[in-house]
């Protein structure tokens, strides 16, 4: 008689299993989800308001570089009208105080011509008022200087250039009001009504024209076509050899690197 087979009785773990998994899911999801909501958001805020602030003080700081620059050139520019109006002074009141001399001498000495008074009057009348200009505009540069203070002044650096560097130039500066012989210390200013008949710019232009490789080179301001044109004319009616350079800026002419040369 066969043996009956005993039933085995079997208990399934998957469900609790799965209800586990759920749960620790679940928790999991939970504390993400309160962790990122208990984040410091004013951590993230204050990054990009940081970098918001940081941009700006770049941006500033461009700006103030960038005025600090013009700033320089304004400067620059208003130094040298103020020395340039100075010199053109110095030279009036020189001027006058010759006219004045050449007047009140005796009229019996036989080596000086008579003096025209009412030329010599209207002339130091002229110049009066020319003086009276440059004062006014030395006065309207002075709070210019002082709200710009100290700035380095800008430069115009004189270099060789062309075939003729075996030349021995002299240089003149060539300005609206007339010419600026740099070479005489200190350098001597000449109006351009008086360039016909200065003798010292005359015998200049005698002395270049004898010399074999003496010349004249007249540096040109931007605005002083009229002078350099009237001082050229001069200069070829002497028989002096004339060249140009160009002179961009308003800077002060530094003829350092032609004086190095002359040394060596």
Known sequence: MARRRKKSITVSLFPFMSILACVIGTLTLMLTAMALGQMDNEVVYSAERYKKVEDQISQEQQLIRKLEEQLKEAAAGVDEELMKANLRREELERQIAALQDAREAPAETPDIPPVDEEKHKKRIEAIQMELAQLNEEIAKLRPKVAELGDAEESKVIIQPSGSGTDLEPTFVE???????????????????????????????????????????????????????????????????????????GQGQIDLSVFNQLKKK
Request: aromatic fraction near 8%; glycine fraction near 4%; proline fraction near 5%.
């Open 174 to 248: 060539c300005t609206a009001a007339g010419l600026v012989f740099l070479e005489e210390k200190p350098p001597r200013r000449l109006r351009k009504a008086d360039m016909a008949a200065d003798e010292a710019f005359v015998a200049l232009l005698d002395r270049i024209a004898r010399q074999p490789k003496g010349i004249v080179i007249f540096l040109v301001r931007e605005d002083a076509l009229d002078t350099y044109f009237a001082a050229h004319d001069i200069a070829r009616t002497h028989y002096a050899r004339a060249g140009k350079l160009p002179v961009i």
